[in-house]
């Protein structure tokens, strides 16, 4: 079992940046790939990055690509999620979650994951 806990979200203007990070515990952080999804209310939690155990291999949603940077430091057991150029639209709860494996696979469904975190509040006004 991984415990997650997010934090770094708030309000921003849009076109301003935020850094996420989630902090993990209950077991070896650099065994296990990590995503981040998110949910806007009235909408269904989407996938929006993943990287992978070691870092070397990462993902991410059309709609964040060249935005948007995941990143880990196993030795923080930290996971990282950069955001910039916030747009209204990324306005969403921001959730990290826990792979079983060091690769989730498929990586932009939820089923991969089996460990979530509580989310973090992101607001992006116009």
Do not use: H
């Not at 415990?3 to 921003?12: A, F, I, M, N, P």
């Not at 999804?37 to 291999?57: C, L, T």
């Not at 990462?58 to 747009?87: H, P, W």
Request: glycine share 10%; aromatic share 14%.
């Amino acid at each position: 079992q991984v415990q997650l806990v997010e934090s770094g979200g708030g309000l921003v203007q849009a076109g301003g940046s935020l850094r996420l990070s989630c902090a993990a515990s209950g077991r070896t952080f650099n065994s296990f790939a990590m995503g981040w999804f998110r949910q806007a209310p009235g909408k269904e939690r989407e996938f929006v990055a993943v990287i992978n155990w070691s870092g070397d291999v990462r993902y991410y949603a059309d709609f964040v690509k060249g935005r948007f940077t995941i990143s880990r430091d196993n030795a923080k057991n930290t996971v990282y999620l950069q955001m910039n150029s916030l747009r209204p639209e990324d306005t969403a709860v921001y959730y990290c979650a826990a792979s079983r494996g060091k690769y989730a696979l498929p990586y932009a469904s939820s089923e991969s994951y089996d460990n979530w975190g509580q989310g973090t509040q992101v607001t992006v006004s116009s």
